[in-house]
């Protein structure tokens, strides 16, 4: 079990439960706003972006190879931009904090 | 070869060179052939626009079948983004159950009908009439409309085995035209109504603008619907372990439909024109020239997809382009993603096997290369999966 909490644009704070699947589905299921996930999770359509609180990348780990090209050419992407479709949900992931990019 | 198998016809020029040319009425283009050029220059409007004069970005040129700007795609950044914030929404409606639930009633018809006449010719008696209905959905108009488009045929641009025709593109600027009237004079809750209400820049949309709109979703969901649609029936009735494996196996659907739209690669290209002297590939491109973005090209470079020539049916890690990439992304996309996905879910549950008849390709002229995009025709027998 893991707890996920997500700021969307408008500042609302989230805070979710899960124990597997990936935290872009979880999003998408509690229709967290700015989570699209349009692909169902492939890494085709990059409609999923979160900023990971910084001090929670230790938790999530770098952007693999492929998402980092996605995220390359996204205006708003930075050091701690992740396509949460690529985040599987486990307990190491509990308490992270990811800001909605869109 | 396979019946249903859609060769590369770009492999060779994509790796010995990267790009390929094409005449298209005396206005070249060169053909960007790999993942991450067609992503990069996708991205870069600023280099390669789509703001040119009307249906130029379009391969085969359409400069001289319209005047009408399409909207939000003949347009670039930042006007773009505040036109693409206005249809979007409105785009984003299959996401709704209750648009899906409607979509999936349509579609469980055509195949109980289909199944009831045993044969039928895929691209004429089921693609087209399916997406010609299910559009009834996406721009909220009834149903009986379906009825008048699917009258144009597969093409709005063109006429059977013909290029451009512009006197069938009238025929839809007619109709879209009279239909915007119509919306003038009586207001209800379809796309037509709803754009001549939206505010762009602190005023209306002008009936100009609300047509750009209405041409691109005309245009642009009509033979790449067709195209994914008939192909991936062809696909199922080839390989019956897939359509057993989509029947044991529901939640890949989504990943399944993700593959077929990078393999099946419906919209081969866009065009953009080139704003200053550059280089792609080590290759001189001038201003005011063309290049192409190769989709279908970028959906099998190997040095991105592993087997990229094989329908990996749950394939996981999968950034295909089926959908054009950056700012121009496909608009239509969660309508097409969720039209592919109830069709496998909904002939995985009452087709037992598909047989092909006869059939004719349907290749595309690139010059350079041939591309097989689909079918002409192609009967189907689908037998029915008794419970």
Known sequence: ???ITFITSANETITLEGTEGSVMALAVENGVRGIDGDCGGVCSCA??????APDDMDKTGVASEIES??????????????????????????????TVAK | MKKSELPDPFEKARSAKGYGEMNDQNDPVTMLLRHKDVRKSAHNWKTFTSAAIPGRIVVPSEVNIRDTRQIPFEVDPPVHGAYRAIVEPWFKRPLQPDYQKKLASQISAIIDETLEKGVVEVVNDFALPLQSRALTLLLNTPFHESKTWISWGTHVFRSEGEALDGDKANILYDYIDAQIDRAIKNPGEDMYSVLLSSEFEGRKLTKEEVK???????????DTVINAVTNAIAYLAEHPESLERLRNEPEITGKTVEEMIRYFSPLTHMGRVVTEDTHVCEHAVKVDSRISLCWASANRDASVFENPNEIVLDRKINPHVGFGFSHHNCLGASHARQLMKILLNTLAG????????????NIEDLNEFQRKVGYNHINVKFNPLNK
């Not at chain 2, 750009?212 to 009509?222: C, D, I, K, N």
């Open chain 1, 69 to 98: 090209d996605m995220l390359e050419l996204d205006d708003n992407a930075d050091e701690y931009s992740r396509l949460c479709c690529q985040l599987e949900i486990s307990d190491a992931l509990d308490g992270v904090v990811l």
């Open chain 1, 47 to 52: 409609t999923c972006h979160v900023h990971v």
């Open chain 2, 350 to 361: 009452k087709v037992a096997s598909f047989e092909i008849q006869d059939y004719q390709e």
């Open chain 1, 1 to 3: 079990m893991a707890k």
């Open chain 2, 212 to 222: 750009g709109v209405m041409v691109l979703t005309f245009a642009g969901g009509r």
